[in-house]
C-alpha cells in the first residue's frame, strides 16, 4: 500500500528513477535539501557510513538498490560470474554499518533472489535484482503503514508522546517505524504533544524528527536528552515510543544512543515504552541482546560540534552509535502484524517464525 506523501517541501528519502539511485542527504538537514544521483557501489557504502541515509529501514532499501548499482555496468557478464561479482559486492556492502540488522537482511535477501531467479543472461537477472529491490521499497511503505495501524491506539487526545533520534519517514520509505503511530493518530484529528529529544551527537532528533513533525503540522516540542527524565517527572509523557535497529529473539534491542536511560527512567516513572518494529529489523537467530554488534563511530563526533572543537585537545572519548535495552523494559513491540507483549521470545517467535531474519 502506497502511502500519501508527508511533505510537499521533501523530496523522497530514497528514489529509484531510470536506473539511478538517488539519496537525499541526511546530513544536510534540516537547512540544505540536497539530493545525491549515486555514482557507484563504493558511493553506497559512504553514503551509508557517513549517515547521508540513516536509519535501519532506508538503509536496507539503499543497500539493496546499491547492489543494482554495483551490477548495472555487468549485464554482459556470463551469469555464474554475474552471480560471484554480486556477492563479492554485497559482503563489503553489508560492512558499511553493523548495528541496523536491515543492511544485512535486505542484501541477504537480493543474493537469494539472484540466487532463484531462473535467468538464461546477466541482464535478465540484473532486471530481476531491480525488480526486488523495488519490493523491499515498497513493502518497507506498507510495514510502516501496518504498525501506525497497530501503534495509533497508544495515543490518546491529549496526551504527551517521547520520542529519542529518528525513526520517522527520513528512516524510512514511509510515515516511519516510532513516527508511523504519531502520524496515524494526527491524521485521525487526535491533539496530542510530542517531545523529540535531540539526540547528541549528530542531533538526528533536533535535524531530522523534530523538522519532519513540524512539516507535517505535528505539535512538537525538542528538548534535550539530558532532560528527557525531568520531563517524565513532570507528567508530561504518558507513553514513549522509539524506533530499533535490531531486536533479538528474546526481545532485547538495539537503538542509538541514550535509549537504555530513556527506558530505565520510564520504567522509574511507570510510563508505558514502546518500540516500534518492523519485521525487517527483527533477528531471531542473535538470542539475546549481548550478541548485537554496537558500532563505534569516530570519537570527533563527541569533541566537534558543527565542526568546531567543543572538547579540551587531545582529550578521550567514546561513541558507541547504539545501546542495548533489556527486554524486561518493554512494554510491547509495535510490528505490522499487531502488538507484541512478554514473554517476547514465545511472542516474537509465533508471529514471525517465517521471515528472513528469523532461525
Ligand atoms: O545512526 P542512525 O541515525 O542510523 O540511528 C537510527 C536509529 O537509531 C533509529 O531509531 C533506528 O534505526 C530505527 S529507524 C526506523
Redesign the pocket.
Known sequence: MASQPLFTTLPPTIEWRDGDLLLLDQTRLPHEIVVENIADVKAVWRAIRE?RV??????GVAAAYGLCIAMRGSTALPVAQFRTELERHANWLETA?PT?VNLSWAVRRMLRHARDVDASDAATLYEALVAEAKRIHEEDQALCEGIGEHGMPLIREGCGVLT?????AL??SGI???TAPIYAAHRAGIAFKVYADETRP?L?GARLTAFELQQAGVDVTLIMDSAAASVMSQGLVDVVI????RVAANGDFA??IG?LGLAIAAQYYGIPFYV?C?SS?LDLRTPSGSGIEI?ERDAEEVTHLAGRRIAPDAMKARNP??DVTPHALVSGFVTERGIVHAPFERSLKTLFAAEGNAA
Open positions: 549517515l540513516r536509519g535501519a529501514p532506508a538503509i554499518r541496523a529519542h533520534c529518528n525513526a520517522g528512516a524510512t516511519g517505524t516510532a549528530l538526528q522509539v524506533g530499533t535497529d537503538n542509538k535509549t516500534a518492523p529489523t558500532e552509535a547504539f
